[in-house]
């Protein structure tokens, strides 16, 4: 029995030495990071004072010696502030609900991304221990490229605010660039041409062709049964629409003025299809899947695109390339302004067609 309580305590001790240096460690990480939380100026430290003093004066003394990184391109130096450059993703992510939702690729080093995806054909075959195996079918790969552009704002502020000293100008760049760079990706992700910007989901051709029956990077569109508006069976159709290994982490994107008519579809036994959050910041779900609402699509009415139902994370793909992000301070071009022009480089598009599905509202 002694030895038996002298193992429990051995092992009570070496765990609490475990856990110490578990802590130590977690605690040597928060301080070596160094990043930004839920507020501008928590756990910014010296990044954020550097970055401050370089907004307001233009003085990178401060961002060579803590290791900040400088890029130098062709039209010469964009500095790359990590305090703002954070901050600014983290307002974006605020102000464009699809970027939680989509699949991003932050660090692509070219003006392209390139993927391949299988659209079926593989084959697999069951033999006996001693049978001959022959060569089974290989899946058919499409290849999608995205192109990367640069997508930039130019915030101004007076020189004399600027060199206030009560003036958070690092809180203030990174709320106007995320304002102007989430309006600009909401509206390219669902109608961008492709061109020069990404390529919205809107943007690809729509059919009424079921997977497996239509050309590779063409949608499928069901119409609503009902004229200028939509019944539970569509939302129901638009679900079974899509493969059942799509659904999982599927959501809802739609129009306010979809919403107003969701909530107010029942089932038969009169119960509401829609059910809010149970708590505070938990998003409301219709028949099951989350729904996320988006100015940017259509009011519901004859012939719009009201609904998307979609598995971003498999469906959409956006890529980043963090070698052009960046900021350059401006303030001789506009005597007593200062200008920030604040670039990034990304691009966007649909990568696989059977994540997504849109409900048209019958004519």
């Known amino acids: 029995m002694s030895e038996l309580t002298e193992t429990i305590e051995e092992l009570g001790e070496t765990f609490v030495e475990f856990k110490k240096s578990v802590d130590d460690r977690i605690s040597d990480i928060e301080t070596k990071s160094n990043r930004i939380g839920n507020t501008m100026m928590k756990g910014a430290g010296v990044n954020h004072k550097a970055a401050e003093r370089f907004l307001k004066s233009g003085d990178t003394s ?12 062709g039209d010469g130096g964009h500095m790359v502030v990590p305090a703002l450059h954070d901050e600014i993703l983290r307002r974006l992510t605020e102000g464009n609900p699809l970027r939680r939702l989509v699949r991003m690729i932050p660090n692509v080093q070219s003006n392209s991304f390139e993927q391949l995806v299988s659209v079926g054909g593989a084959q697999a075959l069951r033999k006996a221990e001693l049978s001959t195996r022959s060569e089974t079918n290989s899946p058919t790969l499409q290849k999608v490229t995205i192109g990367l552009t640069e997508l930039s704002a130019i915030p101004a502020m007076t020189s004399e605010l600027i060199s206030s000293s009560g003036f958070n100008v690092v809180e203030w760049l990174a709320q106007e660039v995320a304002d102007s760079f989430a309006a600009k990706e909401r509206y390219e992700w669902l109608y961008g041409t492709g061109v ?7 943007s690809y051709t729509l059919t009424a062709d079921a997977d497996g029956s239509r050309t590779f990077g063409e949608i499928q569109e069901i119409t609503s049964t009902t004229s200028a508006t939509f019944k539970s069976e569509d939302l129901t159709a638009l679900i079974y629409s899509m493969q059942a290994q799509y659904r999982p982490g599927a959501v809802w994107l739609m129009s306010t003025d979809a919403i107003l008519t969701a909530r107010n579809l029942k089932d038969v036994d009169g119960r509401p299809l829609w059910q809010d959050g149970l708590s505070l910041g938990q998003p409301p779900s219709l028949l ?23 598995n971003l994370q498999r469906g959409y793909t956006v890529a980043e390339n963090p070698a052009h992000a960046g900021v350059l301070r401006d303030e001789i071009t506009q005597p007593g302004f200062v200008k920030f022009y604040t670039r990034t480089m990304t691009g966007a598009g649909v990568i696989d067609d059977r994540a997504v599905k849109v409900l048209q509202m019958a004519v």
Request: glycine share 12%; charged share 20%.
């Open 62 to 73: 401060e961002l060579h010696e803590k290791a900040m990184s400088t890029t130098i391109g």
């Open 196 to 202: 020069e910007e990404a390529k919205g989901i809107l």
């Open 288 to 310: 099951g899947y989350e729904v996320v609402e988006l100015s940017d699509l259509p009011a519901v009415g004859a012939g719009a695109n009201s609904i998307i139902f979609a």
